[in-house]
């Protein structure tokens, strides 16, 4: 089955320092993995995905995602955390039973807290 | 350009009750899927629709349905409500109805409380 996990719930850093929130994926077949970031009472906003080609991924907002195929894992980064970037983060995966239709598989989410 | 527009934004309904739920895509887009996000979990897949077909359902039981609109919009209704239904009611439209590589462009969401 196809799946993404999340290990951490929250993740804490300080202003000016890097960040990584986990993801690892569980797919058949190639993976296409995003990043969404959710802001309190706010929808899903887009950060990056990976289809195919280079294992660093650059996304909105200073993000990257490292795809890393033996490791199975997505990991997104910033090299400098800032305030702002405190939200709620979910990594996703397409779900490729849905040869028909465009279905995404979230995980359960990392809510990253950057101190000043 | 106006992005996914949903609507109502917060909404109280009774245990029992019947809600619909209203999504506007984007101009240009011809899908839109549904999303159930329950509070300190990730978004679950309910429904996709493209040109007015369902082209995808997730694991909800039959008290969910939804259709879509000769104009794209879409409406989500769900019947009988139970406590369980509270959660944050997310639209998103795509340009494809197949598998997308682009990911979703999401609307803010409904809140739906059930007392």
């Known amino acids: 089955a196809q799946s993404v996990a999340q290990p951490e719930d929250q993740v804490n850093v300080a202003e000016g320092n890097p960040l990584t929130v986990k993801c690892t994926y569980s797919v058949s077949g190639n993976p296409y993995l995003f990043w969404y970031v959710q802001y309190p009472n706010r929808g899903l906003q887009f950060l990056l995905k990976?289809?195919?080609?280079?294992?660093l991924v650059k996304g909105s907002y200073g993000f990257e995602a490292e795809f890393n195929k033996s490791q199975t894992s997505f990991h997104l980064k910033k090299p400098s955390a800032l305030v702002s970037d405190s939200a709620l983060y979910f990594c996703a995966v397409r779900d490729i039973r849905y040869s028909n239709a465009s279905k995404i598989i979230f995980g359960s989410g990392t809510r990253l807290s950057i101190q000043p | 350009d106006a992005g996914v527009t949903q609507s109502p934004t917060h909404l109280i309904k009774t245990r029992g009750q019947h809600v619909t739920l209203r999504c506007s895509p984007i101009?240009?887009?011809?899908?839109v899927s549904w999303y159930q996000q329950v509070l300190g979990q990730g978004p679950q897949f309910i429904f996709q629709?493209?040109?007015?077909?369902?082209?995808g359902r997730g694991n909800f039981p039959d008290r969910f349905s939804a259709r879509q609109f000769p104009n794209y919009s879409s409406e989500l209704n769900v019947n009988a409500l139970l406590l369980g239904d509270s959660a944050l009611y997310l639209c998103?439209?795509?340009?494809?109805?197949?598998?997308?590589?682009?990911?979703?462009?999401f609307g803010s969401g409904t809140r739906l409380t059930v007392v």
């Open positions: 998103a439209s795509s340009k494809q109805g197949g598998q997308t590589n682009y990911g979703y462009t």
């Open positions: 629709y493209y040109e007015k077909e369902e082209r």
């Open positions: 990976y289809i195919t080609g280079d294992n």
């Open positions: 101009s240009g887009h011809k899908s």
